[in-house]
């Protein structure tokens, strides 16, 4: 009989920006079969209500469930910080979620001043806001919610003069409130390192947490004695995707063994 420990893992997000967390789980776990689901079709979420969150996010789990998925990867910040308590209560299978680093970036801060840039879903979220309240107390935080940057990545503009102009205005308020630390709270984000370093110079380290959910992938697994042991060579890692396939396509472009295809879900 085949092991449950030679499932795929299933990975979503509300398009391709959770495929910056694939990375860094396949380059840990490369053993390891994925399945990557980019709902970018309901693209963004951000700007929905918790309860279509929800909704969303209950879709692209049963999806990737009906794949028989041994553990899902919540790539997403917005529908982490929304959905993943209830996921985790609806479902009996492992859920790894990701939320913005603002707790390592208050241990790590010299001016007492950090910024986070994150959706509005995620910054409005009862999740975030426990753990901002949970901070020092003398650590301030610079919130600032990314408007238009998810749907520019969406729509192939990663390096466009809309994209300049529109990090430009957000990432403002981060200079002028002299913050050493900018957390990036969307899996979309660390595509734009690049862009966003030009703007804010050298003196502000950027935190972004995709490494840290690739570790607590692999322990998870560790823990539920669920990783697998065998090299797959025939496997591809599958990506669907339900708008066209472009945008995926450039993003993965020299990775070896992933499928795309374009599915409704
Ligand atoms: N990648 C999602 C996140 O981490 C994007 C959110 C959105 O679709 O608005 O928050």
């Known amino acids: 009989m085949k092991s449950i420990k030679e499932n795929p893992i299933g990975i979503f997000d509300s398009g391709i920006g959770g495929t910056s967390i694939w990375s ?7 053993l390891e079969k994925t399945i990557y689901l980019s709902d970018s079709k309901n693209a963004p979420y951000g700007q929905k209500s918790t309860d ?13 469930l009906n794949k028989n998925c041994k553990l899902i990867v919540v790539a997403c ?21 990701i939320e913005p680093a603002i707790k390592p970036a208050s241990l790590k801060t010299k001016t007492k001043t950090i910024g986070i840039l994150a ?5 409005n979220s009862q999740l975030f806001a426990s753990t901002a309240n949970n901070l020092d107390t003398s650590i301030k935080i610079i919130e600032q919610i990314g408007n238009g940057l998810v749907e520019l990545i969406e729509n192939n503009k990663l390096i466009s003069p809309e994209m300049n102009q529109l990090l430009k205005k957000h990432l403002k308020p981060f200079i002028e409130n002299n913050i050493d630390h900018l957390v990036l709270g969307c899996t979309h984000y660390p595509y734009l390192i690049p862009q966003i370093k030009e703007i804010i110079g050298s ?6 947490s995709g490494e840290a959910v690739a570790r607590q992938t692999k322990a998870i697994l560790e823990k539920n004695d669920l990783l697998s042991s065998k090299l797959n060579i025939d496997f ?10 472009e945008v995926l396509e450039h993003i993965l472009e020299n990775k070896e063994n992933t499928s795309i295809k374009q599915l409704d879900f």
Request: hydrophobic content about 40%.
């Open 24 to 30: 860094e789980i396949h380059t840990l776990l490369p």
């Open 203 to 208: 003196q502000i380290t950027i935190i972004d």
């Open 77 to 97: 910040n917005t529908a982490t910080t929304n959905a993943i308590k209830y996921l985790r209560e609806k479902y009996q299978v492992p859920f790894i979620g």
């Open 236 to 245: 591809q890692n599958e990506f669907y995707i339900n708008t066209a396939t």
């Open 52 to 64: 279509q969150i929800i909704a969303l996010a209950i879709k692209n789990t049963e999806y990737l």
């Open 119 to 123: 959706t509005q879903g995620t910054l």
